[in-house]
């Protein structure tokens, strides 16, 4: 972050740590420039802070969300996910293009890649690539951009337009909110670019989350549950699943 950003991001901290919560266009009173460049210092903020309805917080603030930690996340539900990403893995087939998403839901998918198919791998997620680079039979494609170590993973401008410019067979998308009325979202921002335009740009969307993930609601909105063709999850869903009876989902599969 350049030294303007950063003097401009203590400032908007000091205020928060004051009062809890600003408004954006008080934010970009506060440090003299406009909104637009309030939001681009906290894109690059590492998810330090978010906007919620048009407020700015820290990401920390106890009364909305605890910050995502990749180590504590990397434990959470592990089993869950080794289920979850088996069963995903049923879905792959010889020739795929594949992108997997960020986080620690979908690592275990790494291991469970069938070792007789040749695949591509589109990540931008480095624990993700460094999982799979060894494999003989898979070509990784790696997305770049500023790293962000909180979720070990790339963000840059364009890569929207780099996944658009690849023929995806398969998406596989996680999730640290799934919600029936808000759809299904992240913690951070950075990540939402990928995401959408994975689930753009596949031909066949797979949501992959455990049951904790389901009635939460994060910051980085990025989809609507009819957006996926197909979601991954656990007994543990079925309650928050039953809440939009009556409605059209993905088909649901259960591991």
Known sequence: MRGRSAMRMTRLQEALNRGGTIHLSD???LCGVSEMTIRRDVAASDGAMV??????????NPQYA????????????HQAKQR?????????EEGDTLFIDCG???LPLAAALPRDMTLTVVTYALNIANAVSHLPNVRLVLL??????????FGSDDMAQTVKRLGINK?????????????????????VTPKQAAIGNAMQRLLVADGSKFGVIRPAYFARLD??????????????LRERAGVALPRIVVA
Not at 51 to 60: S, V
Not at 184 to 191: A, I, K, Q
Not at 227 to 240: G, K, L, Y
């Open 66 to 77: 605890p910050v995502y930690n990749l180590d504590e996340q990397q434990g959470s539900h």
């Open 104 to 106: 620690t839901t979908l």
């Open 227 to 240: 957006e996926f063709d197909v979601i991954v999850t656990d007994e543990a869903a079925r309650p928050s």
């Open 51 to 60: 906007f919620i309805g048009g407020r700015l917080m820290m990401a920390d």
């Open 144 to 153: 770049g951009g500023l790293f962000h170590a909180s979720s070990s993973s």
């Open 27 to 29: 934010a970009a009173k």
């Open 84 to 92: 979850l990403c088996r069963r995903a893995a049923s879905f792959i």
């Open 171 to 191: 998406a596989f998308i996680s999730a640290a909110g799934v919600h029936a009325e808000r759809g299904v979202s992240c913690f951070h921002f950075h990540e």
